[in-house]
C-alpha cells in the first residue's frame, strides 16, 4: 500500500478534496495525525516510516502558522521525541 492509497481508503481524513492522488505526503501526515484514529497513525508509520513522519511533523510546527490541534500538537511533539530520535 502506498501513501495515496491509504488516503483513498480513508475520505473522512481529508473531506474537502476527492484528488487524493494529488494530496501530497505532508497534507497526508497532517489529516492522519490530527483526525486519524491510533491504527490510522500506525498504518501511516508503516508506509512512511516513523521517522519521516516524525521529521514531516516537526517541519509543519515550525512554521508560522499550522493546521494542527493543541492537544494533538503537544501529543506528538512528545511521541517523536520518545520514539523517532
Known sequence: MNIHEFIRARPHLVWSTKNYDGLSAE???EA??????WEDVQKLFKILGLKKVAKIF????QQKRTNYRAVVK???TLYFQAHAQ
Open 58 to 61: 516537526h517541519a509543519q510546527i
Open 27 to 29: 497534507a497526508i501526515v
Open 32 to 37: 492522519t495525525l490530527n483526525y486519524g484514529s
Open 74 to 76: 503537544h501529543y506528538f
